[in-house]
């Protein structure tokens, strides 16, 4: 069984995330009383340490990230050269 992802909101609103293949193997079960819904996730998986780092350098979207210079989000405050390769890798 897969676990599923916590994500969590500028409100620090929680939502769970669940694989696909976890929502179909639920549903396979006959699970009614928990439904869970596959939603992507915008950040593939990146560390939510990261994450939190880049919302608070106004880097708020997955693709404001993408699209930044590898020198500004170095700049950003706990990311470094292999928190640099694991947003490059996951965006």
Same mark, same amino acid.
């Given at each position: 069984?897969a =676990?599923?992802? /916590?994500?969590?909101? =500028?409100?620090?609103? $929680?939502?769970?995330?669940?694989?696909p293949?976890?929502?179909?193997?639920?549903?396979?079960?006959?699970?009614?009383? $928990?439904?869970p819904?596959?939603t992507?996730?915008?950040w593939?998986?990146?560390?939510? /340490?990261?994450?939190?780092?880049?919302?608070?350098?106004?880097?708020?979207?997955?693709? /404001?990230?993408?699209?930044? $210079?590898?020198?500004?989000?170095?700049?950003?405050?706990?990311?470094?050269? /292999?928190g640099?390769?694991?947003?490059? $890798?996951?965006?």
């Amino acid at each position: 069984m897969a =676990e599923p992802t /916590k994500l969590y909101d =500028e409100t620090g609103a $929680e939502t769970v995330v669940y694989a696909p293949s976890e929502v179909r193997r639920l549903m396979a079960a006959g699970n009614t009383t $928990e439904a869970p819904i596959a939603t992507p996730d915008p950040w593939n998986g990146l560390d939510r /340490k990261l994450i939190d780092g880049l919302i608070a350098a106004e880097f708020d979207t997955p693709e /404001k990230a993408a699209e930044a $210079e590898d020198a500004a989000l170095l700049a950003v405050k706990g990311i470094g050269e /292999k928190g640099l390769a694991a947003i490059r $890798e996951a965006l």
